[in-house]
């Protein structure tokens, strides 16, 4: 699926469309060159499961953790990594975390859990694309329910 985001708005009801639309455990990988929006469309999703506060940037912790109101959301940027197996480190267990939202996933290959979701998102023109990918069966379900609200 491929979409235009022509505003930050437009990137903001792709994320509350995400949340809406999620399964009740997901794995979303994040790409995009810097200042792409994975941030911002994370930021939106979370918002959407109702994280309230500070919604910070992983940036330098690498992962930030969320309650939800089933479960937990953790937020990653692996930009700063430069062997998956640093992740090693980070205490990560694949069954702890009801939504994983990575950012740089090829960072961490062989480590991270497969992706339900792959979004890639680029700057064309005053706006960005998007693409969604899927990558099992719960992924190709997530995209056929987003796809009634596109």
């Known amino acids: 699926m491929e979409l235009y985001l022509a505003d930050s708005e437009a990137t903001d009801r792709l994320g509350r469309a995400l949340a809406r639309t999620r399964p009740s455990a997901a794995v979303i990988y994040l790409r995009g060159d810097l200042g792409a929006g994975k941030s911002t469309l994370a930021r939106a999703l979370l ?9 910070r940037s992983p940036t330098y912790a690498l ?3 969320y309650p ?3 479960g937990e959301a953790w937020h990653m ?4 990594i430069g062997d998956p197996g640093e ?13 994983w939202l990575v950012e740089w996933p090829e960072r961490g290959a062989g480590i991270l859990p497969p992706f339900d979701l792959d979004i890639e998102l680029s700057l064309s023109g005053n706006g960005r694309r998007a ?9 190709r379900e997530w ?8």
Do not use: M, N, P, W
């Open 131 to 139: 693409r969604l990918r899927a990558g099992g069966e719960r992924g």
């Open 47 to 55: 918002r959407a499961l109702g994280v309230r506060g500070a919604i």
């Open 68 to 70: 939800l109101a089933q």
């Open 87 to 99: 992740l090693d480190f980070l205490g990560l267990d694949e069954g702890a975390a009801d939504l």
């Open 77 to 80: 940027d692996l930009y700063r």
């Open 143 to 150: 995209l056929t329910r987003l796809s009634y609200l596109a």
């Open 63 to 65: 992962v930030e953790r």
